[in-house]
Nanobody
Framework: DVQLQASGGGLVQAWGSLRLSCAAS????????IGWFRQAPGKEREGLSC????????YYSDSVKGRFTIFSDYAKNTVSLQMNSLEPEDTAFYYC?????????????????WGKGTLVTVSS
């Protein structure tokens, strides 16, 4: 079974940093794209970043470009999101998700598998 678990959330002051990790199991990275999403209370889910292993593409939304970095550790089966220069507007539940290569449409479509979220709170 495909399983994903996001961790690393917490409380941070504005302009601080956090690193989220997504522990993945049950599938091979080469056959999937892994994405990070977030949802703030009362708002729609927002796609932030993804890494597509089959073709090496990496995507960032405009809201996080230049501040967030996605990277993976094959040995540990994890995909991380380094978040710098955090702003109160970044407060949300953060989720990682996986899209099978056959379903993935760049940049953020086809994500069928979702992990439980981790809460990030940025104080001003």
């Amino acid at each position: 079974d495909v399983q994903l678990q996001a961790s690393g959330g917490g409380l941070v002051q504005a302009w601080g940093s956090l690193r989220l990790s997504c522990a993945a199991s049950g599938f091979t990275f080469d056959d999937y794209a892994i994405g990070w999403f977030r949802q703030a209370p009362g708002k729609e889910r927002e796609g932030l970043s993804c890494i597509s292993y089959s073709d090496g593409k990496i995507y960032y939304s405009d809201s996080v470009k230049g501040r967030f970095t996605i990277f993976s550790d094959y040995a540990k089966n994890t995909v991380s999101l380094q978040m710098n220069s955090l702003e109160p507007e970044d407060t949300a539940f953060y989720y990682c998700a996986a899209a099978p290569k056959s379903r993935f449409v760049y940049p953020l479509y086809g994500f069928d598998y979702w992990g439980k979220g981790t809460l990030v709170t940025v104080s001003s």
